[in-house]
């Protein structure tokens, strides 16, 4: 068995016995894709009353290196307005790319996701969302993202 | 692909921290995972002990070490201090901790789910005895008063069935295995010279058998805390006075390695050290050292995989991962007590590379491909239109000039947000059928440079926002 399936199902029977509030696991029938719908809890103008849909995609490197993780658009499940987040799903955060470490796992990146859409007022996509979604690779990881806005 | 039934049988198999929530003993849920590896949520296996003193597995903190792209970048996982590899250490106590709560946890869970969760409750009898969980722990300690009279020491309830009272039984006699060694050690070592641990001592056993001492969460007397090293109790401030003189004592026990020389408080670290020691001692493993991959060419770096015994086979990353992979896994056996053999190293390592070649073809499926055409369609028609269009420009006015070249730099002038269009333009199933089926045959040069754009972006595209 390979040693990222059992860190995996950990995670999994982790999610599941103490789920965190506003994050729950909709779909993990494999160690490849996991769907996770997540709601901001606080009463965010911007999502109230919404749930928005992460997809992680694992490697046999996880969780040494970071899964790929974006939202993705579904019925009922739209792409969460922020300046960080590209209307094709990608997520401009650190903890997904250089600032990843192993012991990070699906619920505490779901956290980190979803305190960063509490934390937003502004009902906006990123400056450079039309450019970078024409031709956005298919994996967000393979995006050098550029971190210099700590304020949202 | 994970079959489904791959699936359950792993999510049956492990365990979690979380087995105890639930059970009649809940708090060993902290217990349990502070044994465990961060990275890998599986109790510790040769855990080292890095400079900013957190512990991880031998192979968990060698492949994440390894993972960074120079060894100067390489930090903690926790509190991301740099971490060198050279400096790691063994964490010989949390090795020895892990080894018995592992042995004894199937033991101490059977036990744990056989009754229900009692409350603590308070019995009007003298000897103020309780049946909760942390006192019960504290008077483990005092082995030889349970052992003489263990019917008193039960709690008289109205409901205490003798099945109940076996499974009690049973847990005790657990636990006995458990702490037998540091049960002993206290209780027979001299006692260390201080006043007030002694008189918490002779107070505690004029008032005999029946009287109970009041025992925090540690089962140790209130405000007192046992050594690290030698597991005597005392206050916090002598432990710190006290620690270094007890290292080097047991340090000085440990070079002498006479067993008539040391005393008996010692007997448990050294029958717990004694296995390691043994093994070690029949076969030093040598670590194997890192390379620079920058000073090998492909010849030189595929001889050393051969010298090592390695398949030689595959790319140069593939050549350079493979190396790495197995200095990770080496190394970390070697740290181990019970290493694997050479083969079985070797397997571990085509698992692993098995597991990665999978991944990559998944990774390329024609599913994700389709989907990635079919949300594209729209540009593409729109690139295969303007490129129709330049090259029509061009064949008009210099008949069979207009080679396609000229429309790749059209093409790519409209990405700018690329560095570079990928030379290699990769066969897609879904895709080409999609697009020649649009085009006539003199488009498929132009078509193919399309592909290349959009199919296989650069690796780097930047994105500032």
Not at chain 2, 168 to 183: A, N, P, Q
């Amino acid at each position: 068995m390979p040693g990222y399936t059992k860190r995996l199902g950990r995670e999994l029977s982790d999610l599941k016995s103490n789920p965190a509030v506003g994050i729950s696991v909709f779909q993990a029938d494999d160690f490849r894709i996991w769907l996770i719908d997540i709601q901001v809890m606080d009463n965010n103008p911007l999502y109230v009353s919404k749930t928005f849909r992460l997809q992680f995609r694992f490697t046999p490197t996880y969780p040494i290196e970071a899964p790929e993780v974006q939202f993705i658009r579904s019925l009922g499940r739209e792409i969460p307005m922020h300046p960080h987040i590209y209307s094709n799903g990608h997520i401009c955060l650190d903890v997904l790319g250089s600032g990843w470490s192993p012991i990070q796992t699906v619920g505490s990146v779901s956290m980190s996701i979803q305190s960063m859409l509490a934390g937003n007022d502004r009902n906006e996509r990123p400056p450079d969302d039309a450019r970078y979604v024409a031709s956005a690779p298919i994996s967000p990881k393979q995006t050098r993202f550029v971190y210099h806005d700590d304020n949202v | 692909m994970l079959s489904s039934i791959g699936y359950s049988t792993i999510m049956d198999q492990i365990s979690d921290p979380s087995d105890w929530t639930g059970t009649r003993l809940p708090s060993l849920l902290m217990l349990d995972s502070s044994l465990r590896c961060r990275i890998c949520k599986d109790f510790f296996k040769s855990p080292f002990m890095t400079e900013c003193t957190h512990t991880f597995c031998s192979l968990c903190i060698r492949k994440c070490i390894a993972s960074t792209p120079t060894s100067e970048t390489a930090c903690c996982p926790i509190c991301r201090a740099p971490v060198l590899e050279i400096r790691l250490r063994r964490n010989q106590v949390v090795e020895d901790l892990v080894e018995w709560f592992e042995n004894a946890r199937a033991a101490i869970m059977t036990t744990a789910k056989e009754e229900p969760v009692v409350i603590a409750v308070p019995v009007a009898s003298t000897d103020s005895e309780r049946v909760s969980s942390s006192e019960r722990r504290g008077r483990k300690r005092r082995r030889d008063s349970v052992d003489e009279e263990p019917s008193t020491s039960v709690t008289p309830e109205s409901g205490d069935s003798a099945s109940r009272r076996a499974a009690r039984r049973g847990s005790r006699k657990v636990s006995y295995e458990v702490k037998l060694d540091i049960g002993e050690s206290e209780d027979e070592v001299a006692p260390f010279d201080n006043g007030k641990k002694s008189d918490a001592r002779s107070s505690a056993s004029s008032r005999g058998d029946s009287s109970f001492i009041i025992l925090d969460d540690d089962g140790n007397p209130d405000g007192l805390v046992p050594c690290p090293v030698c597991n005597v109790v005392m206050t916090p401030q002598e432990v710190q006075i006290h620690l270094d003189d007890c290292f080097k004592e047991q340090e000085a026990k440990e070079s002498r390695a006479n067993p008539s020389s040391s005393s008996k408080s010692n007997d448990h670290i050294r029958t717990l050290q004694s296995q390691p020691l043994s093994t070690k001692s029949k076969k030093p493993l040598q670590r194997l050292p890192k390379l620079q991959y920058d000073l090998f060419n492909d010849s030189k770096l595929r001889s050393k995989l051969v010298e090592l015994g390695l398949p030689a086979y595959g790319t140069r990353v593939q050549l350079q991962q493979r190396h790495t992979e197995w200095v990770s896994l080496w190394n970390a056996n070697a740290d181990s007590n019970n290493p694997k053999t050479k083969k079985q190293l070797l397997r571990d390592l085509n698992d692993w590379e098995s597991n990665l070649t999978k991944y990559a073809v998944q990774k390329v499926s024609a599913n994700d491909l389709a989907t990635w055409g079919r949300t594209h369609s729209n540009e593409f028609d729109d690139l295969i239109a303007r490129a129709k269009k330049n090259v029509q420009k061009k064949l008009h006015p210099e008949q069979q000039q207009g080679e396609p070249n000229t429309v790749e730099v059209n093409v790519q002038n409209q990405h700018e947000g690329q560095d570079s269009v990928p030379k290699e333009l990769k066969k897609v199933d879904g895709i080409d059928q999609k697009i020649s089926s649009r085009t006539d045959e003199r488009m498929d040069y132009d078509c193919d440079v399309l592909k290349g754009t959009l199919i296989t972006p650069p690796v780097s595209s930047d994105a500032f926002m």
